[in-house]
């Protein structure tokens, strides 16, 4: 039994009119998880696609190949690409911290980058604002508030390359 809620890992279950059943060849992986006799709240998960997952990411792989010189802003890999257009489109989380003074803040700052990719930033004095791009993983974003997030970048994107959606998304698919 895991006694993280992080460590377990999902698992597909089917109604079958009386009961949750487990998917073949997951019933270990239940027993591994679960206590017989304990209760545990299923709530429905609306999973996105490999497909659209996957075509987020060539997308982005694709405006990163075509991000065009005379830009002000330019990114050493396609994941810091992916933070910069998923930040300026808004979708990011926000936090404030106060350091000792902002040497600290800025050393800080700079490790935190180095481990994102790609951060916004500001210090004023001793605080430091940070947004930091919004996780794409699977299990973190269902599939509407995906399609929000991938139709923005998109978007957002395509605005800065001059290119269509529909052709950065053909591009990649042939890139792929």
């Given at each position: 039994?895991?006694?993280?809620?992080?460590?377990?890992?999902?698992?597909?279950?089917?109604?079958?009119?009386?009961?949750?059943?487990?998917?073949?060849?997951?019933?270990?992986?239940?027993?591994?998880?679960?206590?017989?006799?304990?209760?545990?709240?299923?709530?429905?998960y609306d999973?996105?696609?490999?497909?659209?997952?996957?075509?987020?990411?060539?997308?982005?792989?694709?405006?990163?190949?075509?991000?065009?010189?005379?830009?002000?802003?330019?990114?050493?890999?396609?994941?810091?690409?992916?933070?910069?257009?998923?930040?300026?489109?808004?979708?990011?989380?926000?936090?404030?911290?106060?350091?000792?003074?902002?040497?600290?803040?800025?050393?800080?700052?700079?490790?935190?980058?180095?481990?994102?990719?790609?951060?916004?930033?500001s210090i004023?004095?001793?605080?430091?604002?940070?947004?930091?791009?919004?996780?794409?993983?699977?299990?973190?974003?269902?599939?509407?508030?995906?399609?929000?997030?991938?139709?923005?970048?998109?978007?957002?994107?395509?605005?800065?390359?001059?290119?269509?959606?529909?052709?950065?998304?053909?591009?990649?698919?042939?890139?792929?």
């Amino acid at each position: 039994m895991t006694t993280s809620e992080e460590a377990i890992k999902p698992v597909t279950f089917q109604w079958d009119g009386d009961q949750m059943v487990p998917f073949i060849g997951a019933k270990e992986l239940c027993n591994l998880q679960y206590i017989v006799g304990e209760r545990y709240r299923l709530s429905p998960y609306d999973e996105r696609s490999d497909k659209t997952h996957n075509q987020f990411f060539a997308v982005v792989h694709e405006a990163w190949h075509n991000w065009p010189e005379y830009h002000p802003d330019q990114f050493g890999s396609d994941r810091a690409l992916r933070k910069f257009a998923l930040i300026r489109t808004g979708h990011y989380d926000q936090f404030t911290t106060i350091f000792g003074d902002s040497k600290e803040a800025a050393r800080f700052i700079a490790r935190l980058i180095e481990d994102e990719g790609y951060i916004e930033s500001s210090i004023v004095g001793q605080v430091a604002v940070i947004r930091m791009a919004k996780t794409q993983k699977v299990l973190s974003m269902p599939r509407k508030p995906f399609q929000i997030v991938k139709q923005d970048v998109f978007d957002f994107l395509s605005a800065i390359i001059g290119v269509d959606v529909t052709t950065l998304s053909k591009e990649a698919r042939m890139a792929a």
